[in-house]
């Protein structure tokens, strides 16, 4: 069939599919809730997929602060700005966006409440909530903890907190991050900031220390890890598995200690990465389960608990996919392509994902793992024979341009999302 | 019946939009994430290529080359292997169409 036909008689498909898309009472609706990597993606695209679509981004913040690379900004490489990114960029292509809060959600009705008192009724609702942090979880660390032991698990206000912390250290002072077991946000974000730290410590306070105390026996790219503190930061970085009294059992945020299961340990700054959940919106939903996390089936990423929800990013249970930003991207570019498609009475097709995590051990010194995904036996698993980690055996050069290219892909993943 | 037909030609406009989605194979967004579909001024330099102005033909070859370790990457390779060839040239003919 010739390219001309099939454009033809796809005209004529959604042409006949106009009544599911535009209604009586005007375009169909689609309400975003949560401006970060997935949500804002998903809006974007959905306007680009579907231009005569209504489109909602609900999101409390003005300005979005980014992440991946936030590692960096604790270290003193990076101004917080250039996290930073506001939604003018998505408002100018016809999403509207509300700065306010979604506070109830019925599916029965399909309405979103706002904290402004709007009442917004979709047709399809997005969700995005990211994380929330578990303070039940970790005796001794709730959020007034906090505010003396950061997480900087979320980037803004904490990042910076833990920056001032490092830079008020003195010289042969011990840092101490610990670690939870998973899933949390971002497998290898904990040892990449255990890295930067080092970075920072090297060059301006060499006589101190990281000791990394973890809920786990193993890691995300662990020997490339190993072999860039062995290269870099031989003796300043410790790091205690599990099985080797690794688990922080509680803290004491007076005298910034932290209890392990044989040991304790006294800090001069305390990284605590605290136990993870759905965001609440996910609760408000109805599309978190059990385990705080949301179940969704691979296609669409539609909660398998709420028909019409969809859920994104950290927040969704997402099969073989890591909670990670440019998971949340691909994420959300799947979700608004199967959401436009069904809306103009399409079946979706079967979506391809790649997910590709940078860590910068060093500012020149990167590596990467990335993995490409589809739906296979009901949920989202890896291809076979694609994707995995750098090479542990890598010369310097390959390195400098993985960090280059990490730059590189922030650049244009966050042009695309908010530009 | 002039009539009908400008409402279906209207009709179908609108939904012009819509056959984009549709319209990519499997997997072409994610080439996005990091490479540029756009030669516009506005775009911000980046050591990623920008992927605008390449025959299909090209990039087709170069995902092969890639697929085949015959060409040094970084993560190209890896991901290259998650398509078959055919994804591959039905992606790279997407590809070529694009210049946002």
């Not at chain 2, 015959?70 to 398509?83: E, K, W």
Request: proline share 8%.
């Amino acid at each position: 069939m010739s390219t001309r036909r099939r454009t033809f008689l796809g005209l004529t498909a959604a042409a006949l599919a106009a009544p599911a898309l535009v209604r009586a009472q005007g375009a169909a609706k689609v309400v975003v809730v949560g401006g970060g990597f997935g949500g804002a993606t998903c809006a974007r695209f959905l306007k680009r997929f579907a231009p005569a679509l209504a489109v909602t981004l609900v999101e409390r913040q003005k300005t979005y602060t980014a992440c991946p690379f936030s590692n960096e900004v604790i270290a003193g490489l990076r101004p917080l700005e250039r996290q930073q990114f506001g939604y003018d960029g998505l408002a100018r292509s016809g999403v509207t966006v509300a700065t306010t809060a979604a506070t109830a959600v019925d599916p029965a009705a399909r309405t979103v409440m706002l904290a402004d008192g709007t009442r917004l009724a979709y047709d399809r609702l997005v969700v995005a909530p990211g994380i929330d942090f578990d303070w039940t979880a970790l005796p001794g660390y709730d959020e007034k903890a906090a505010e003396r032991l950061p997480h900087a698990w979320k980037a803004g206000a904490q990042t910076l907190l833990l920056r001032r912390q490092l830079e008020a250290m003195r010289d042969g002072g011990l840092v101490v991050i610990a670690v939870p077991a998973p899933p949390y946000r971002c497998p290898p974000a904990p040892y990449e900031r255990a890295s930067q730290i080092a970075w920072y410590l090297k060059n301006s306070k060499p006589r101190s220390k990281v000791l990394v105390l973890d809920a786990k026996d193993s890691f995300s790219q662990q020997p490339l890890f190993r072999r860039a503190w062995s290269d870099l930061y031989p003796d300043l970085i410790e790091w205690v598995p599990l099985s080797q009294g690794g688990n922080v059992t509680s803290v004491d945020p007076a005298t910034l200690t932290l209890e392990t299961d044989f040991d304790s340990h006294k800090a001069d700054v305390a990284n605590v990465i605290p136990p993870q959940k759905a965001g609440a919106l996910a609760r408000l939903a109805g599309v978190a389960d059990r385990t705080g996390w949301c179940p969704v089936e691979p296609t669409a990423f539609e909660s398998t608990l709420q028909p019409g929800i969809h859920v994104l990013g950290d927040a969704a249970l997402a099969g073989a996919m890591p909670k990670a930003a440019s998971s949340a991207n691909a994420q959300g570019k799947a979700c608004a392509a199967a959401i436009a498609d069904r809306l103009a009475g399409r079946p979706p097709q079967a979506p391809r994902l790649v997910s590709g995590c940078y860590t910068l051990a060093a500012p020149d010194y990167g590596f990467s793992l990335v993995g490409v995904y589809r739906p296979d036996k009901g949920e989202l698993r890896e291809v076979p024979g694609a994707g995995g980690a750098s090479p542990l055996d890598s010369d310097p050069v390959l390195r400098a341009q993985e960090a280059r290219y990490a730059e590189g892909w922030f650049r244009a993943t966050t042009g695309e999302i908010f530009g | 019946m002039r009539r009908r037909l400008a409402a279906a030609l209207a009709a179908s406009l609108l939904f012009a939009g819509t056959a984009r989605a549709a319209d990519a194979p499997p997997g072409a967004w994610s080439c996005t994430g990091c490479h540029a579909l756009s030669s516009a001024p506005s775009v911000p330099p980046n050591p990623i290529p920008a992927l605008t102005g390449r025959p299909a033909v090209e990039i087709a070859g170069i995902m092969r080359e890639f697929k085949s370790r015959g060409r040094p990457a970084t993560v190209m390779g890896r991901i290259a292997l998650g398509f078959s060839d055919a994804e591959i040239d039905a992606i790279a003919e997407w590809l070529a169409r694009q210049d946002h």
